[in-house]
């Protein structure tokens, strides 16, 4: 493969800087890549790992002379990241982003970057439960979506760089606007989240079922709902801080849908469980299809480090 950036910062060594980092290596896909985290504790972590080819104390340092910056960091953190960094950015270089909600980063990063800086907003679909420095690994984006955002104006250069760096990576690459991806992230991903951290809420709070039968008789079901309602706190406090109207939007039709299958159930209206049911199983069938997921218990995604 070919190396597609003289340097690039990193800045957040989280799942998926560290994640980038080791597909970035596996593709010769940058001359130098530097990075920074806000503690002391993940810049040595990182250090004691061979995470980066440089890690920096400061996120000005990261930044100097680096050909694409990527901020890593919780949707929330970004605009403060960006303000701080903006003075020290290279004429001509690209800050790009990996926040799971769009339009909050743009109206946040955009307007502290410089006229001489480009802006490629961009989302890799690809995650596990798990956070920080050790947890990434280089498959993470195989065969995965990575949804570019470009603002207005963005030059197309810029974009087919950021492109090519995403495709080396691994991942498959799609231009969405900003409007459209924090729906259909909504739908995809930020709900479901929502409604795991709500299922599994709800059964630590019934005490007719003891913590210990919910853990040992834990079904497929739950334990499915448990491992996503183990993500990152501080990351899904953002991600709905953020994506307010298209979450609210899915969750009301969520909550209609939900009221008319406790009806159907109420009623003993089976023909419109089974028909419910296997409309849905389709979806499943066609994820699978796409590539998208494995049919395994797991989910495919054992390898990632524990
Ligand atoms: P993570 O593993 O928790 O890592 C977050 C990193 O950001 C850490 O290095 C942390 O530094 C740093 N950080 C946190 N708050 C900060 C602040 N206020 N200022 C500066 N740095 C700060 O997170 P992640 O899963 O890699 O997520 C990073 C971004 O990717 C988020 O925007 C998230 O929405 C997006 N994303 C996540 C997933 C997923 O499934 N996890 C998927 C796609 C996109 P310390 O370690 O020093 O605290």
């Known amino acids: 493969m070919t190396q597609v950036y003289d340097r690039v910062a990193l800045i957040g060594l989280g799942l998926i800087a560290s994640s980038m980092f080791w597909a970035i290596k596996r593709g010769g896909l940058a001359g130098e890549v530097t990075g920074y985290a806000r503690s002391a504790e993940t810049r040595d972590k990182a250090r004691e790992i061979g995470l980066c080819d440089r890690v920096c104390d400061t996120a000005i340092d990261a930044v100097k002379d680096a050909d694409l910056i ?3 960091v919780p949707v929330g953190a970004m605009g403060a990241v960006a303000e701080e960094i903006a003075p020290y950015l290279k004429p001509g270089a690209t800050v790009s982003d990996v926040g799971s909600v769009k339009q909050s980063v743009i109206d946040a990063v955009g307007p502290h970057l410089p006229d001489d800086v480009h802006f490629v907003p961009a989302h890799p679909l690809a995650g596990t439960e798990h956070s920080g420095p050790t947890s990434g690994f280089a498959e993470l984006f195989d065969n995965r979506w990575c949804l570019l955002v470009p603002v207005e104006g963005s030059d197309p250069e810029a ?3 950021l492109r090519a760096l995403w495709e080396g990576i691994g991942a498959n690459v799609e231009e969405m606007d900003a409007e459209h991806h924090d729906l259909v992230l909504a739908v995809t991903s930020h709900t479901p989240h929502l409604i795991a951290y709500t299922m599994v809420g709800v059964a630590d709070d019934l005490r007719r079922v003891t913590d210990s039968e919910v853990i040992k008789y834990s079904a497929a079901g739950f334990r499915d709902f448990t491992r996503i309602a183990a993500s990152d706190p501080t990351m899904w406090r953002d ?27 109420r009623t003993g209206d089976g023909d419109l ?15 699978l299809q796409a ?16």
């Open 273 to 287: 469980l089974h028909a419910y049911f296997t409309r849905t199983r389709a979806i499943r069938r066609g994820i």
């Open 239 to 265: 991600v709905f801080l953020t994506n307010k109207d298209a979450t609210l939007e899915i969750l009301g039709r969520f909550t209609e849908e939900l009221f008319a299958l406790q009806r159907a159930i």
């Open 159 to 161: 974009v087919a760089k």
């Open 70 to 72: 990527v901020l890593c």
């Open 291 to 306: 590539g998208q997921d494995v049919d395994s218990p797991d989910f495919g995604r054992g390898k990632a480090k524990k």
